[in-house]
């Protein structure tokens, strides 16, 4: 049995091409599974970064809420004091008047 040398030249390119598909192939999903994994990176970090953005700004939020805080604490704590003036001036007034009338002032 004789093989002629065109079929076996035919046979060898035929298996070298699916040799050749199938390397590249490979090698081209690896790639694209890198590139996958590059572009997911990225995105993470910008997400974090944005992330980070909003914690900075709910931050400067809290310390100002805070100090409005503090501040209406100080106003309420004066009022308080204010209110406590107020009631024993109205008690020394009152005792004023009463020895007053006593005294017939």
Same mark, same amino acid.
């Not at 070298?16 to 192939?25: C, D, E, P, Q, R």
């Given at each position: 049995? +004789?093989?002629?040398?065109?079929?076996?030249?035919?046979?060898?390119?035929?298996?070298?091409?699916?040799?050749?598909?199938?390397?590249?192939?490979?090698?081209?999903?690896?790639?694209?599974?890198?590139?996958?994994?590059?572009?997911?990176?990225?995105?993470?970090?910008?997400?974090? +970064?944005?992330?980070?953005?909003?914690?900075?700004?709910?931050?400067?939020?809290?310390?100002?809420?805070?100090?409005?805080?503090?501040?209406?604490?100080?106003?309420?704590?004066?009022?308080?004091?204010?209110?406590?003036?107020?009631?024993?001036?109205?008690?020394?007034?009152?005792?004023?008047?009463?020895?007053? +009338?006593?005294?017939?002032?």
């Amino acid at each position: 049995m +004789e093989v002629d040398a065109g079929v076996v030249a035919t046979a060898v390119i035929a298996v070298s091409t699916a040799i050749g598909g199938f390397v590249s192939g490979r090698t081209t999903g690896r790639v694209n599974a890198t590139q996958v994994a590059v572009d997911t990176v990225d995105m993470l970090q910008s997400q974090i +970064e944005l992330l980070k953005e909003d914690r900075d700004q709910k931050e400067v939020e809290l310390a100002d809420l805070k100090g409005r805080v503090s501040l209406l604490e100080g106003l309420v704590t004066q009022r308080a004091e204010v209110e406590e003036v107020n009631i024993k001036v109205s008690l020394i007034k009152e005792t004023v008047d009463r020895i007053a +009338e006593r005294v017939g002032a």
